[in-house]
């Protein structure tokens, strides 16, 4: 699968219907001695938040020709884009769901307190590297502020500098390590954490972070 079929990714709650998709996934990223998440469970737990990245269903088709919008007289923001409009029908006037059944990634989040847990984020390998992680760790974010969460925090391999470098330029900084918190090789775990996520700063940058993301990838994003 290639970057030309990936014209279309949004944003969306996850779905009783999603389950084994993310499933897979999650056995594809992590180790097969890491404990499987109950997805199915979880979808009604109001402490949890998973979020999913949707591709077309038939992404190995031809990829429908793209009809321009006439100019909106303000753009909108990212989260707008990918969240805020699903249900409505697309600009290929078929609904969002018949569009977006094909799951590339998922993010879950936990709510303790003021506190955000990022629990899991995960993409398939296929599809790594063309912006899908940080779309979904922008709405790990966003669903912390619309939970009034102060702070967001997350662990990471010590040895996964890739992922160390999208935290860090989200605003995580190294806290805290785990000792062999990684039960396939014993690794350590790097505890990161935000500023507070309400503070303006914080949000001066985030806004600035999500406009940036949009002006690179702004070709795989759907208005859906």
């Known amino acids: 699968m290639v970057l030309d079929q990936l014209r279309e990714v949004c944003l969306r709650p996850l779905q009783a219907e999603d389950v084994s998709q993310v499933a897979e996934i999650e056995r594809e990223a992590f180790s097969p001695l890491w404990v499987g998440t109950p997805f199915q469970r979880d979808l009604n737990n109001r402490n949890a938040r998973y979020l999913v990245a949707c591709c077309p269903q038939d992404l190995e088709a031809k990829t429908p020709p793209v009809i321009q919008e ?32 094909f799951v590339a990634g998922y993010v879950s989040t936990w709510f303790q307190g003021d506190e955000a847990h990022l629990t899991e984020i995960a993409v398939r390998k296929a599809l790594q590297g063309n912006g899908i992680g940080e779309l979904l760790l922008i709405g790990s ?3 912390s502020v619309e939970r009034g969460s102060v ?14 470098r999208l935290y860090e330029k989200y605003g995580f900084k190294a806290v805290g390590r785990r000792k062999a918190y990684y039960h396939d090789n014993r690794e350590d775990a790097l505890i990161m954490t935000t500023s507070p996520i309400h503070s303006p700063e914080y949000q001066r940058r985030f806004l600035e972070l999500q406009e940036t993301y949009r002006s690179r990838w702004r070709d795989i994003l759907i208005d859906a």
């Open 151 to 164: 702070v967001v925090t997350l662990e990471v391999r010590v040895s996964n500098f890739i992922a160390q």
């Open 141 to 143: 974010v966003q669903a």
């Open 70 to 101: 006439p100019p909106q007289p303000a753009e909108p923001s990212l989260w707008d884009r990918v969240i805020s409009r699903l249900g409505r029908s697309n600009r290929h006037g078929q609904p969002a769901t018949a569009l977006t059944s």
